[in-house]
């Protein structure tokens, strides 16, 4: 679908978009998760999420952005530890 498929939208010359109508609206939601969940987890999620806020805030499911961005482990710190140390803390812990 286009932008210009929605209602109250149309493209002048040049490409210019004009919106004559606001009744809808356009949410945009990011999703950060930490490398290591498999492909259809996230898949399901994001269509959830994308389902959930259609109905929450009544805009068409067409209009809403949902993406997720994988972090590496090592690029995620939480409390100044990073999730591979608290990870590999983990495992040694549950080894001794």
Known sequence: MLLTDLPGVAKQPGGVLIIRNMRWSM???HINLVEGRDSELIKACVKAVAHTVS???GAPLET???YATLVPAAHWAVGGQTKDEQQQAATKG???
């Open 27 to 29: 949410p945009v939601i």
């Open 55 to 57: 109905e929450t805030l």
């Open 64 to 66: 809403v952005r949902v």
């Open 94 to 96: 549950a080894t001794l």
